[in-house]
């Protein structure tokens, strides 16, 4: 084994921990960067297998981190994008309110749009959905022009050429950290394969955040819990009924969008995502199972909170995972003519969501700070549009908190 300096190393190869090595390489040049993944290739989890979507900043309470890194964040993607030729597509989208109950809560999210500084939005009538997507039935609606699609690895592979195109810093795969020991005020960090001393230590491990968190030495009272999403491809028949977006109301109850509608950046129509807990992190089967995983959750407090809390949305859930004929019920709500044959099943994605001991969903960015060392430990929904905003943020934090010049 060799030992290899660093100023600042960076765990984690997704697109939170990629934008943040960006923009520190940017900010200060003069410092070197290591970042390291685990897996054989960047972008292998989150940041790959979400619906590819560049979200506006309509969902998201004002004044939140959210908020005011979505509107941001992917402005400066969609001009990254440009820049660096990386297809992408603004091709808009409509949320759809099938029943009167579900009004208020669309005036509500339009209304967040409008404090967020969401450009073009638009309350729209039955008549202008059916213009904008023939085969979809509502009530009431909202255009949303500024939504896009994008395929998020390739914009993840792109930062990881910028970062080590400056001052030898360096992407490392294949480099899974088992410990952390501290030497005075150096860190080393201790890979299955190598051994990397850092001055400064910044982790962005998404499904593994609060495990890599405690292995530093932060004690994080948040605990990761995986929600797996299954995606339904429409078939060439299907694809006919669906032009570009289209998304349901929300449910407020939950941090997530309900399932929808995506046309895919490469190439077809995707369906979904439900949402369904996991009982393997990183397990992209539906009989996936980890009992070191399991039994993590179970211990937690705030797992069993979480479940008296919602056991009716996770039960629904479960019916949508293994039953077609249930998921396309739930999609015939915005596609009444959708028919079994019009949709096949695909792939899955696994979220992270932190919870709270007290069972309840971190909402919004959680970073924790620790000796010279900080631990992203919630970067939820819209962390892959947000991604260059979010890195900012991350950079200037850092620089901040560890006096970086």
């Given at each position: 084994m060799s030992t290899n300096k660093y100023d600042i190393i960076i765990i984690g190869g997704g697109i939170v921990g990629l934008a943040s090595a960006l923009k520190l390489s940017i900010k200060i040049p003069s410092k070197s960067i290591l970042l390291l993944e685990?897996?054989?290739?960047?972008?292998?989890?989150?940041?790959?297998?979400?619906?590819?979507?560049?979200?506006?900043?309509?969902?998201?309470?004002?004044?939140?981190?959210?908020?005011?890194?979505?509107?941001?964040?992917?402005?400066?993607?969609?001009?990254?994008?440009?820049?660096?030729?990386?297809?992408?597509?603004?091709?808009?989208?409509?949320?759809?309110?099938?029943?009167?109950?579900?009004?208020?809560?669309?005036?509500?999210?339009?209304?967040?749009?409008?404090?967020?500084?969401?450009?073009?939005?638009?309350?729209?009538?039955?008549?202008?959905?059916?213009?904008?997507?023939?085969?979809?039935?509502?009530?009431?609606?909202?255009?949303?022009?500024?939504?896009?699609?994008?395929?998020?690895?390739?914009?993840?592979?792109?930062?990881?050429?910028?970062?080590?195109?400056?001052?030898?810093?360096?992407?490392?795969?294949?480099?899974?950290v088992i410990a952390f020991e501290k030497k005075g005020n150096v860190t080393e960090v201790i890979t299955k394969a190598n051994r990397y001393e850092a001055n400064y230590v910044i982790t962005c491990a998404g499904l593994q955040a609060d495990r890599i968190a405690k292995k530093e030495g932060q004690k994080s009272e948040a605990e990761i819990i995986g929600f797996r999403g299954d995606y339904f491809d429409l078939t060439e028949k299907g694809r006919s009924k669906v032009k570009n977006l289209i998304y349901p109301v929300p449910n407020p109850q939950f941090p997530f969008l309900g399932v929808h509608f995506t046309r895919m950046i490469k190439g077809?129509?995707?369906?979904?995502?439900?949402?369904?807990?996991?009982?393997?992190?990183?397990?992209?089967?539906?009989?996936?199972?980890?009992?070191?995983?399991?039994?993590?959750a179970f211990s937690f407090k705030g797992t069993w909170k979480f479940f008296a809390k919602h056991w009716r949305f996770g039960l629904d859930e479960y019916r949508g995972a293994f039953s077609k004929k249930y998921f396309l019920?739930?999609?015939?709500?915005?596609?009444?003519?959708?028919?079994?044959?019009?949709?096949?099943?695909?792939?899955?994605?696994?979220?992270?969501?932190?919870?709270?001991?007290?069972?309840?969903?971190?909402?919004?960015?959680?970073?924790?700070?620790?000796?010279?060392?900080?631990?992203?430990?919630?970067?939820?929904?819209?962390?892959?549009?947000?991604?260059?905003?979010?890195?900012?943020?991350?950079?200037e934090m850092a620089i901040e908190y560890f006096n970086l010049k």
């Open positions: 685990k897996e054989k290739d960047i972008a292998l989890h989150q940041t790959a297998r979400n619906s590819g979507v560049i979200h506006s900043g309509i969902y998201y309470k004002p004044g939140t981190y959210k908020a005011k890194n979505c509107v941001a964040g992917r402005r400066e993607l969609v001009a990254f994008a440009k820049e660096h030729k990386i297809a992408h597509d603004i091709c808009g989208k409509i949320i759809v309110a099938t029943e009167q109950s579900e009004l208020a809560h669309m005036s509500k999210v339009f209304n967040n749009g409008v404090a967020n500084g969401v450009e073009g939005l638009e309350m729209i009538d039955a008549k202008k959905i059916k213009e904008i997507e023939p085969f979809c039935q509502g009530i009431s609606g909202i255009w949303v022009p500024c939504t896009g699609i994008i395929d998020y690895a390739e914009v993840a592979h792109k930062y990881s050429e910028l970062i080590q195109s400056k001052n030898n810093n360096k992407v490392l795969t294949g480099q899974e077809g129509v995707e369906c979904g995502p439900n949402a369904v807990f996991v009982f393997k992190r990183e397990g992209y089967t539906k009989t996936a199972f980890s009992l070191k995983d399991t039994a993590e019920n739930r999609l015939r709500k915005l596609i009444p003519e959708l028919q079994m044959e019009d949709i096949v099943a695909a792939r899955c994605g696994i979220r992270a969501m932190a919870l709270a001991p007290q069972g309840d969903m971190l909402d919004d960015f959680k970073i924790e700070k620790n000796g010279n060392a900080m631990h992203v430990i919630n970067s939820p929904s819209p962390a892959a549009t947000a991604s260059l905003a979010y890195g900012n943020e991350i950079a």
